[in-house]
């Protein structure tokens, strides 16, 4: 493909900004939005928020970060704008299908002696490992004895999710990940392709309760069998992620299990003890103590 | 002309794609077993790689090799690789990763990971750009390069895809520039810093 040799420059500061100042006026911005708005966005990984307040400096036509802080206290379409690119994740369907097979092998047979079994998604985003996980539960015939709570922070989301429409031309990817995933059925039997959209089966949601729930401010809702969180820690700070493994550890039943992203691990976090591995090379963890 | 400094650099960014196996092989061959900045390569690569690349990186180093996981503590003396599918961020003594969207098309992105690295470790980063067939890395060498980091730059003439280097020479016009075994004996012996002044 024919990329431009010398393209832009990224959003970002200009290269004369002072690194502290910057650094301050973050700071300040994330203190307004949480003292205004109440979400807290103040322990999120810098490096990334760092990011994405810069792409929305961008987008809105400001040239620094205590610009974009005063047009979202002013401006609540903006504050709407910004909480979008602050708290969404890009997600797919069977990401890393190695992990689905994994969890189809290890953890399924676990699911099966349980009568009834309750799934947290945290951090859920537009839904589409919801489902995949229940696309695995049908096919494993636990689905009917199961219910799944899908939670993200934002709402937006969660109305997407709660649609079940995904784009068509991320169909050939997903159905690739899924036969790699084990899957046993042929993949278009799930979705009608309906314009530029792939609409999944309303069969695939009836057991799922899509909620709003915040991470960083809200506490546990239940106790769970399994606790599926991928790709969504890697954006806090090491102290909020040790108080959501806390908040985790709480809501999982004895011998639940914890799925963390295939680049997450409990090693940096101060849960690694209760915790054991399940496979060598999923991020699979049995709560045992 | 990128000149050093004088408290010396705990951390090397190294950004490549094609052509990069040979160029990474080589540089974590020429490293010695003492030497003390912790060295991140980031080599675009295909989402569903697998382990492949650690072990016949590792095969050729006396440093340890590892790919990086999410708040994994950036430690002197070893060789990290960034993971296939995530960007890599680096803060102030340990790695982030992040799912957002590719940045033109590449997924780890090299502007990313320096850019990250300028604005943790300042003048105490090497930002080093090697073979590759696209214009990554650019944008971030020339910030480590204004933050006071030092800007290495593979000569295009001998790199196996011209396309990368050139780009970063335009983008960094007083980057040390030199043909890769000159770039990698240069890098073995450049000061570590000290690190109690670790920021």
Not at chain 2, 41 to 64: G, I, N, P, W, Y
Not at chain 2, 107 to 135: C, E
């Amino acid at each position: 493909m024919a990329l431009p040799l010398n393209p832009g420059p990224l959003p970002g500061p200009p290269f004369t900004y002072n690194a502290d100042l910057e650094r301050l006026e973050i700071e300040l911005l994330l203190e307004g939005v949480f003292r205004h708005f109440g979400f807290d966005f103040r322990s999120y990984a810098y490096g990334s928020i760092r990011r994405r307040l810069w792409k929305r400096v961008e987008a809105e036509g400001l040239k620094t970060i205590s610009e974009l802080q005063s047009r979202i206290l002013h401006d609540a379409d903006a504050m709407e704008r910004l909480l979008l690119d602050l708290s969404v994740n890009v997600t797919t369907m069977f990401r890393d299908p190695t992990f689905y097979l994994e969890f189809r092998e290890k953890i399924i047979p676990v699911l099966r002696t349980y009568p009834f079994i309750r799934i947290w998604h945290a951090g859920c985003s537009t839904g589409e490992e919801v489902f995949s996980m229940a696309i695995m539960l049908e096919e494993e015939g636990l689905y009917d004895r199961t219910r799944l709570y899908a939670t993200d922070i934002n709402d937006v989301v969660l109305q997407r999710a709660k649609q079940g429409i995904f784009p068509l031309d991320r169909m050939q990817e997903y159905t690739d990940n899924y036969i790699r995933a084990g899957g046993i059925r042929s993949f278009s039997e799930y979705y009608t392709a309906k314009y530029d959209g792939a609409l999944f089966s309303p069969s695939l949601t009836k057991n799922v309760v899509f909620s709003q729930h915040n991470l960083v401010t809200d506490r546990s809702f239940s106790e769970f069998h399994v606790i599926f969180c991928r790709n969504v820690l890697i954006y806090f700070d090491k102290t909020l992620q040790n108080r959501v493994h806390k908040l985790f550890y709480d809501s999982l039943v004895m011998f639940g299990t914890l799925a963390l992203g295939s680049k997450e691990s409990l090693k940096f976090s101060e849960f690694e003890t209760h915790y054991e591995r399940i496979s060598s090379v999923e991020k699979l963890y049995r709560k045992v103590h | 002309m990128s000149e050093t400094n004088d408290v010396g650099y705990d951390l090397v960014v190294v950004g490549t794609s094609w052509g990069g196996l040979a160029a990474l092989r080589a540089l974590v061959n020429g490293l010695p077993k003492s030497f003390g900045m912790a060295v991140t390569l980031v080599q675009h690569r295909h989402k569903d790689s697998d382990e492949l690349l650690r072990t016949l990186l590792q095969e050729r180093s006396e440093l340890e090799v590892c790919e990086i996981e999410d708040k994994m503590p950036v430690e002197q003396g070893r060789v990290y690789l960034a993971p296939p599918d995530y960007h890599t961020l680096v803060e102030r003594g340990h790695f982030s990763l992040s799912t957002e969207a590719p940045v033109r098309f590449s997924r780890p992105s090299i502007d990313v990971a320096f850019l990250s690295a300028a604005d943790s470790y300042a003048h105490r980063a090497v930002g080093v750009v090697l073979t590759g067939a696209n214009s990554d890395g650019s944008n971030g060498l020339r910030r480590i390069f204004d933050r006071g980091g030092l800007a290495l730059i593979q000569d295009p003439v001998t790199a196996e895809s011209p396309t990368m280097p050139a780009s970063a020479v335009r983008s960094v016009p007083r980057a040390r520039v030199m043909p890769l075994p000159e770039l990698i004996r240069y890098l073995a012996v450049l000061p570590t810093a000290p690190q109690e002044r670790h920021i």
